[in-house]
């Protein structure tokens, strides 16, 4: 089977100007999507892993790119089960996507929502202990801005960071399509861009090679079932 070459193009849920109403339903569909397909599950299975290593202080955790922060507010209810101390920063770029997001995390505490560029961080460096990235960094078409994404993360972090996402190969192209013609069918949003986004996404192979150019140290990248990947590294910063 050959395989599946990456695409580039502009997913809908990104447009400035895209209509708020749809753009929640797309953002609802993504929380199921993680929820269902194992974003959230991989996210807390390689967090905990690092957390593990020193559980008794509070964690100071970015999520870059947070969509409708589902991630964050998934720690957050895993740190509290375990007794684990928190502090959860959400940020996105998109304001409409924002005010989602802050909508969503209005009264739970030890988190927030902030503006902040995947490409430009705000923040100085290793001012959280682990930095996020969950299915946003396919988002990215050219190569540079990948690597800065990368790097911006990995010089804001002090402990490591996670990037969860989606694995690009033919198989997920036929389930997101499926998914497209039934499930989406009338969610115009999350019809287009969820076959597009399996198309932007990266292969194993790819993530590594990016993890070596943008030099992070101690990179792993794990495979998920079923169309998931993981890339894990050590902040270097």
């Known amino acids: 089977m050959t395989s599946l070459p990456r695409a580039t ?5 990104d447009e400035p100007g895209q209509d708020a109403a749809e753009l929640a339903r797309s953002l609802a569909d993504l929380r199921g ?33 947070t969509g409708s922060a589902d991630i964050p507010l998934a720690i957050a209810r895993w740190a509290r089960a375990r007794g684990v101390a928190v502090e959860l920063v959400a940020t996105d770029l998109h304001p409409t996507t924002l005010d989602v997001a802050r909508t969503r995390i209005a009264g739970h505490p030890n988190l927030r929502a902030e503006a902040a ?19 946003a960094l396919h988002h990215f078409n050219e190569r540079d801005d990948v690597l800065r994404v990368l790097r911006e993360m990995d010089r804001v972090a002090r402990v490591g960071g996670i990037v969860n996402d989606l694995r690009r190969s033919r198989p997920a192209l036929v389930g997101a399509n499926l998914l497209a013609a039934t499930v989406w069918r009338t969610h115009p949003v999350t019809r287009h861009d969820g076959p597009l986004s399996v198309r932007r ?37």
């Open 9 to 13: 193009g502009d997913e809908l849920m």
């Open 117 to 135: 560029d995947a490409l430009d961080l705000r923040y100085p460096d290793a001012s959280f202990d682990v930095v996020l990235c969950s299915t």
């Open 33 to 65: 999507v993680n929820r269902w397909l194992g974003g959230t599950r991989i996210v807390l299975h390689h967090l905990s892993r690092l957390i593990a290593r020193d559980a008794d202080r509070t964690w100071r955790i970015l999520d870059v790119g």
């Open 201 to 237: 996404s990266f292969t194993p192979a790819e993530l590594r090679e990016l993890a070596a150019a943008a030099g992070l140290r101690g990179a792993r990248v794990h495979a998920h079932v079923p169309f998931r990947v993981a890339l894990v590294w050590e902040a270097g910063g």
